[in-house]
């Protein structure tokens, strides 16, 4: 009897165990508007900004923009601007801000 409740304990265990460590982890892509303003490839090597104006990007992914502060790249592959915005890549070329 006493193995019996051993092992089912035991199972329940691992199975508790193994279930924890399984992730399903799911990415809902960002809700994009319509009215979003963007930032979109030159085509050689740059952006143009929702202004117009033209910004080389460097190495890294980012940019300086006229006013002197920086643009960078995160992990993601979006844009972090100096207020605190966030621009999604939507697109090959281009991302969508806020």
Do not use: H
């Not at 165990?17 to 994009?32: F, N």
């Not at 979109?40 to 740059?46: F, I, L, P, Q």
């Not at 979006?78 to 207020?83: D, G, S």
Request: net charge positive.
């Amino acid at each position: 009897m006493m193995t019996r409740a051993f092992r089912f304990t035991a199972v329940a265990a691992l199975a508790a165990l193994a279930a924890g460590c399984v992730s399903q982890s799911r990415q809902v892509a960002p809700q994009v508007s319509p009215q979003a303003k963007r930032i979109v490839s030159d085509g050689a090597g740059g952006y143009v900004l929702p202004d117009g104006t033209r910004v080389q990007v460097d190495p890294a992914g980012g940019f300086t923009l006229p006013n002197g502060a920086y643009v960078r790249r995160d992990a993601s592959g979006a844009l972090n601007l100096p207020n605190g915005s966030r621009c999604v890549p939507d697109s090959r070329s281009s991302f969508a801000c806020p």
